[in-house]
Nanobody, 123 residues
Framework: QVQLVESGGGSVQAGESLRLSCAAS?????MGWFRQTPGKEREAVAA????????YYADSVKGRFSISQDKSKPMVYLQMSSLEPEDTAMYYC???????????????????WGQGTQVTVSS
């Protein structure tokens, strides 16, 4: 089973930046970042397909967030800039073993999940 460990979360003020990291136990075909606020559904934030390098972003974070991966080891990052209070959530790293089926934004496309890292943005 693929194991994922997120890190980098914390408390910042609006307008500041933060970088999240996700260390995986092995390379996978695609990895994504999701976030969830208490009482709300988990939403897709960004994803990257390892072989092609293709990236995807939610409209709410385009231009502010950037997802990237390390080619030498199974790690993925989420650089978050111009953070807003609305970005406050628990952020989860997810991994999928195939990339030819399922949308990048669907939770069902990712069989493996990390425990999450909290991001809090104050105004």
């Amino acid at each position: 089973q693929v194991q994922l460990v997120e890190s980098g979360g914390g408390s910042v003020q609006a307008g500041e930046s933060l970088r999240l990291s996700c260390a995986a136990s092995e390379f996978t075909r695609r990895m994504g970042w999701f976030r969830q606020t208490p009482g709300k559904e988990r939403e897709a934030v960004a994803a990257i397909y390892s072989h092609s390098g293709s990236t995807y972003y939610a409209d709410s974070v385009k231009g502010r967030f950037s997802i990237s991966q390390d080619k030498s080891k199974p790690m993925v990052y989420l650089q978050m800039s111009s953070l807003e209070p609305e970005d406050t959530a628990m952020y989860y790293c997810a991994a999928g073993v195939v990339a030819y089926i399922g949308s990048w934004s669907q939770t069902m496309s990712y069989p493996y999940w990390g425990q999450g890292t909290q991001v809090t943005v104050s105004s």
